[in-house]
């Protein structure tokens, strides 16, 4: 797909004695909605690194795709339950942690979710529940255990051949690590990119202020709540309130849990905030399936990584060491 380019802002300060420019990238991958910010000395030099870190996560695209039949995914998806694939190495190890955040979350999350995917569709489509056997006989699909990988061949194997593997919850962070990374690597020392809201920011705006990111009130996502500064950090918000059907007066959002095959209920959103933005999507996705209880405890435990949970009565949790900024 075409890049779509807009210059959102130019920004000028001399407080280290050296010009920086602030340019901003808006084009849509993936099927979302990405934008990629460089601070530099040149917008040459801005804009050459946001051209690389495009190509990279066209790049990713390519890799991990589960609807581009030419990608080592749908080769995976293809053979399942008849021979193992061998993947790049680059692909075999995002699968290795997803099956990590996997045993970490007990479940929640899990790459072979796909096979559910089919059944609920959020595009206006559905006219009703899908069927309650047709959702269990899918569900006995799902598990990250049946996922084989063997490390010596760099394989990967899916057991039964209704299994399928894809990265709805795991990829646009993984995108947004690789760009900034390729970004970094062409000298921006300051930079963000934002994945369709898996947001990974660095160093800090052309001006010396902090990047402020602001967390949406699900009531009114066109307003927002609460910000934070950050340096350094992701930023990544699952919710409810952007894809969802509406039944006989109950909401179903888009996030499903690979558990039960049914859409997490209790809670409209999950921000998770910690240094690596792949990680925090896997998160924020495993914290809303859990709920909060559950959620906000496996949080907790975490080293280095941050929550804000809004439950379903719009009452906002914390965790432990979260600082945020409330607008009045």
């Known amino acids: 797909m075409k890049p ?37 000395q040149t917008d040459t030099l801005a804009w050459e690194a946001i051209h690389a870190g495009v190509a990279e996560i066209t790049r990713i695209e390519r890799l991990i795709s589960s609807w581009d039949p030419t990608s080592q995914t749908s080769e995976i998806n293809r053979k399942a339950g008849i021979a193992p694939v061998a993947v790049a190495d680059e692909l075999f190890q995002l699968i290795q942690r997803g099956k990590k955040v996997s045993q970490l979350t007990q479940g929640a999350f899990d790459l072979s979710f796909a096979s559910i995917e089919n ?21 006995r699909f799902i598990n990250y255990q ?14 039964t051949p209704e299994m399928k593997i894809g990265f709805g919850a795991i990829g646009k962070g993984y995108a947004a690590n690789r760009a900034a990374a390729i ?6 020392i300051s930079g963000l990119v934002n994945a369709g809201g898996d947001l990974l920011a ?3 705006r052309a001006n010396g202020t902090p ?15 609460c910000w934070i500064p950050i340096e350094d950090m992701a930023v990544v918000t699952s919710g409810d309130y952007e894809k969802f059907l509406e039944f006989n007066g109950v909401r179903y959002g888009h996030i499903i849990d690979p558990r039960t095959g049914w859409p997490a209920q209790g809670l409209k959103s999950v921000t998770v905030i910690c240094s690596d933005a792949e990680l925090a999507d896997a998160l924020a996705t495993s914290v ?8 906000m405890g496996l949080i907790n435990q975490l080293k280095g990584v941050e929550a804000l949970i809004i439950d379903a009565s719009n ?8 600082n945020l900024n409330f607008y009045k």
């Not at 489509?125 to 047709?134: A, E, T, Y």
């Not at 809303?288 to 959620?295: E, N, P, Q, Y």
């Open 4 to 40: 779509i380019s807009l210059i959102i802002g130019f920004f000028l300060t001399y407080a280290t004695g050296i010009a920086q420019v602030e340019v901003n990238h808006i084009t849509k991958l993936m099927g979302s909605r990405f934008e990629l910010a460089a601070v530099a």
């Open 119 to 139: 059944i609920w569709r959020f595009d206006g489509s559905m006219k009703g529940l899908p069927d309650s056997i047709m959702v269990e006989g899918s569900v």
């Open 146 to 159: 049946q996922i084989i990988l063997a490390p010596e061949k760099r394989t990967v194997f899916l057991k």
């Open 183 to 188: 970004m970094q690597e062409r000298g921006i």
């Open 202 to 204: 660095w160093g800090t």
């Open 211 to 225: 990047w402020k990111i602001g967390i949406a009130d699900p009531e009114q996502k066109d307003q927002v709540k």
């Open 288 to 295: 809303f399936v859990l709920g909060l209880k559950d959620g």
């Open 315 to 322: 009452q906002f949790h914390q965790s432990q060491n979260l």
